[in-house]
């Protein structure tokens, strides 16, 4: 069968789904795919808007019958491939093809800790408890142990991270549940399936950590399809670095002693030094600053924090000692002993010098921290592991080039070699959209500015009725702009934080005229069509915080090599992060609104150009009767 008996006019697609329309730019994505696919070449391909790119991959993929990874960068895409697009697929061509959607260990409930949690007996909680014997009745008759199936316990319980594993503190083959374990038949079902589902986060984790199992999957796949491409960079900065959590030191001690409890209770000198590692967790977490923050791990350290870090040292040595001799005990206890060995390691690494070409930092937050060590540049990483084996590679989205350049994407990640294809979106967006930027905003720097920013917007919502996303490129500026507008608008007001992100996303479709505020989540992997949403607003160019650790650093190793690094990256980077924005606005062939982009750099900066030649080809205004205008059109349209 040929792509365009699926895909063209009169193709099964056009039989199967009720007003699909052939693309001529899907047609071209699919051919430049299929032919990557037969090369084992790598490709990379920015499908704008609208162009139908999941259906431009999955029927090569289909065609080509090879073992293939998708990776995606939200769980909304995820679902749409798994229990959408993929079935119609699949019904179309009639084909027999296994098709498997893998989630992290954390999405699977572990009968071990499952059990021991409600043999000890240990939560005070009234609330965890009742939760905890919810858990326990679900799990003694669920099939796969997904979590997201018990909806009666919160996403955001305590309680599921006390009954689901991490690599840390799985017992692996050791574990008395290990044939029974949902997450060992997750990984069996991948490995015999023709086409695996995987987020972004999870692929990166077989990469740099070689946990989870993914291993095992990973060397039999032919062709490895990463959409929603542009989180890539990022996340595999992430899984590339060393990391240490005090939640990762607060959750051995309590592990711990819970092994002790059930198998050396006449060990209790463990339970001393577990005490004694919480409240060293505590202390060194004061140590580093009551504000919440991010920065490069200091040169010359102030004397509380090296105090709190040499009494962590002697406490996790203490603990070591112990426990190697309460090892044989249990397999549990042997687990905690080598959690500990390999804990010590990571904090001498993190608490000491500074490797060279990596970025030594820490963040804190209310209750705990992270340290880590991220390499600058990740892609010489990337591109050893990509050119280990011959495969296809394929990275698409709907943003990944800057003035039509895919430069630093390509930097990013290595892909050098790659093929390289842009698609625009088959949208009419001169018709469709207008680029409202208001006049008389103050600088952005100006401590007034939110005040004028949530003006203006009054302004705009009264004409467009509500119906918008507000996005902001900082929580305290979004905190802020929400108590300024929840006495000012009649319209339902939503903010981002106040419950989970599926949840105010269906509150605000079904409400048809809301106000959401959001921040950086909300810029991408937001999917909502029609009338509903038909404003856009963005507070400002989102350009990184210039204090951020790592963005210090790469623009300090730029300059050595005599490169602008505002011209090579930081301005790049913030392009695309503004296209992202910009593209939760027309999602539909019929869908009209405005953005708004109330930063006055946009159009008084040598810069703005940049943004505004990525952008899509927009009418353009700073006329707020312009706006007024272009709503009344379209409601003479409705009507």
Known sequence: MFLHEILGEKGLLSQAISGFTPREAQQKMADAIDQTLKLD????????????????????????????????????LQDQLFFKDIPVIKKILSFPVNVVLLKGRANYVCKQRLLRNVED??????????????????????????????????????????????????????????????????????????????????????????????????????????????????????????????????????????EVLLSANDMRDIIEQTDKLQA????????????????????????????????????????????????????????????TLQIIERFNLLTGKTPEDTVHWFETYAQSFTLQLTPIIVADYFKQYIEEKKRAWIFTSATLSVKNNFQLFVDSLGLHNALQLQLKSPFDYQKQSLLYVPRGLPDTHSQHYTDALVDAAISVLEITQGKAFLLFTSYKAMEYAHKQLKDRIDFPLLLQGTMPKKELIDQFKAYGNAVLLGTSSFWYGVDVRGDALSCVMIDKLPFAAP?????????????????????AYQLPSAVLMLKQGAGRLIRDINDRGVLMICDPRLVGSRYGEAFLQSLPDMSRTRDLNKVREFFEVKQEAKV
């Open 41 to 76: 070449a790598q490709l990379i391909v920015e499908a704008g808007t609208g162009t139908g790119k999941t259906f431009g991959y999955l029927v090569p993929i289909f065609l080509s019958e090879k073992k293939t990874i998708i990776s995606t960068g939200t769980k909304n």
């Open 121 to 258: 007996g240990r939560f005070i909680s009234p609330q965890v408890v009742t939760e905890l014997h919810k858990v326990n009745e679900w799990a003694a008759i669920t099939t796969i142990g997904d979590i997201s199936e018990l909806t009666t316990v919160p996403e955001d319980s305590t309680i599921w991270r006390e009954v689901t594993s991490t690599a840390d503190n799985c017992l692996g083959q050791d574990c008395p549940f290990y044939k029974d374990c949902f997450v060992v038949k997750a990984r069996q079902a991948a490995m015999a399936a023709d086409i695996v589902i995987v987020n972004h986060h999870l692929f990166f984790a077989d990469m740099a950590l070689q946990e989870d199992g993914f291993g095992e999957l990973l060397p039999g796949a032919d062709a490895i399809i990463f959409d929603e491409a542009h989180h890539l960079p990022e996340i595999a900065s992430q899984f590339f670095s060393t990391t240490l959590t005090g939640r990762q030191l607060l959750e051995l001690a309590r592990d711990t002693e819970a």
């Open 547 to 567: 204090e951020d650790p790592i963005l210090k650093a790469r623009i300090q190793m730029l300059r050595k090599q005599g490169i602008d690094p505002f011209q």
């Open 280 to 339: 060293a967790t505590h202390e060194i977490r004061i140590a580093m600053g009551l504000e919440i923050r991010r920065a490069l791990w200091p040169e010359t350290m102030p004397q509380s924090l090296e105090m709190s870090i040499q009494y962590i040292k002697h406490v996790l040595q203490t603990l070591e000692e112990i426990l190697k001799i309460a090892a044989v005990r249990s397999k549990g206890l042997e687990n905690c002993w080598r959690r």
